[in-house]
């Protein structure tokens, strides 16, 4: 019966802390976007809602390696 309970506990706290991080990154990365055309340092705001969104999302790791590629390219 505990066990149970742990294990319900442990899978919704996992799930609510994945939501957390998707809605805060997702917000940041979406200001950023929204800097390139508005008034902003979406050059940092951007890689920042990425770094958010890595700590549980492979693919935002993936995008966020890209653009540091990207950028040691363009500073040689």
Known sequence: MFGEIHRFAV?????????VILLVGGTVLAIGVAMILLPGPAVVVIPLGLAILAVEFAW???????????????RS
């Open 11 to 19: 899978t919704t706290y996992r799930q609510a802390k994945r939501l």
């Open 60 to 74: 935002a790791r993936r995008w966020l390696v890209r653009m540091r590629e990207k950028a040691q390219l363009l």
